[in-house]
Nanobody, 127 residues
Framework: QVQLVESGGGLVQAGGSLRLSCAAS????????MGWFRQAPGKEREFVAA????????NYADSVKGRFTISRDNAKNAVYLQMNSLNPEDTAVYYC????????????????????WGQGTQITVSS
């Protein structure tokens, strides 16, 4: 069973950048599709970005397209989320998640395809 640990959260001013990391252990990382989700106070958890297990396909929520970039390094068992041009609406707890092995569907925005979640890391963007 894979385990996920996020890092890289913190406080940043509007317009700034942060890079989140998610380290995986205990499984075959290269076989998992990976996603990032976020949950702001008082709101439901929402999809942010995902990358398939091959690493050749990504998708993004409309709210972050052009500002956030998801990537993975299978040699390091890690997935990253580079976040640029941050604004206060990006303030949330960010979670990484892993699909079941070799997931080949297209529903990366759906919670149901993810079997493992990290504990989350807080991002606060000040105006």
């Amino acid at each position: 069973q894979v385990q996920l640990v996020e890092s890289g959260g913190g406080l940043v001013q509007a317009g700034g950048s942060l890079r989140l990391s998610c380290a995986a252990s205990g499984g075959f990382f290269s076989t998992y599709g990976m996603g990032w989700f976020r949950q702001a106070p008082g709101k439901e958890r929402e999809f942010v970005a995902a990358i398939n297990w091959r690493g050749d396909s990504t998708n993004y929520a409309d709210s972050v397209k052009g500002r956030f970039t998801i990537s993975r390094d299978n040699a390091k068992n890690a997935v990253y989320l580079q976040m640029n041009s941050l604004n206060p609406e990006d303030t949330a707890v960010y979670y990484c998640a892993a699909t079941r092995p070799y997931y080949s569907g297209s529903s990366y925005t759906s919670f149901s395809v993810y079997g493992t979640w990290g504990q989350g890391t807080q991002i606060t963007v000040s105006s």
